[in-house]
Nanobody
């Protein structure tokens, strides 16, 4: 019902920057929130940042100040600008959204396939 397509991952040197993008498509009545999570090898998936339809932003403590989340509501797209990247930021980054697709039906969470971010020292 909702498809999320991520782009922008890759390999970067420590201290470098990357910008991730994620576009949502499908039968979307409203996007309540979009955001990013990440999962490193051997670790649980963790929050990176989220942004609501009212532009309220929430960041994981370790990323606030280095990462910036934004959205283009007209394009149903969310962005993650990542600066001052560290090797420990290496992970698969997953796009997330909470969307309503049918009237009178509770909204649901959707996930992208993930994009690899590798930070080398």
């Amino acid at each position: 019902q909702v498809q999320l397509v991520e782009s922008g991952g890759g390999l970067v040197l420590s201290g470098g920057s990357l910008r991730l993008s994620c576009a949502a498509s499908g039968r979307i009545l409203s996007l309540n929130a979009m955001g990013w999570y990440r999962q490193a090898p051997g670790k649980q998936r963790e929050l990176v940042a989220t942004i609501t339809s009212g532009d309220n932003r929430n960041y994981a403590d370790s990323m606030e100040g280095r990462f910036t989340i934004s959205r283009d509501s007209a394009k149903n797209t969310v962005y993650l600008q990542m600066n001052s990247l560290k090797p420990e930021d290496t992970a698969v980054y997953y796009c997330y959204c909470n969307a309503e697709t049918r009237r009178w039906v509770t909204s649901a969470d959707y996930w992208g396939q993930g994009t690899q971010v590798t930070v080398s020292s």
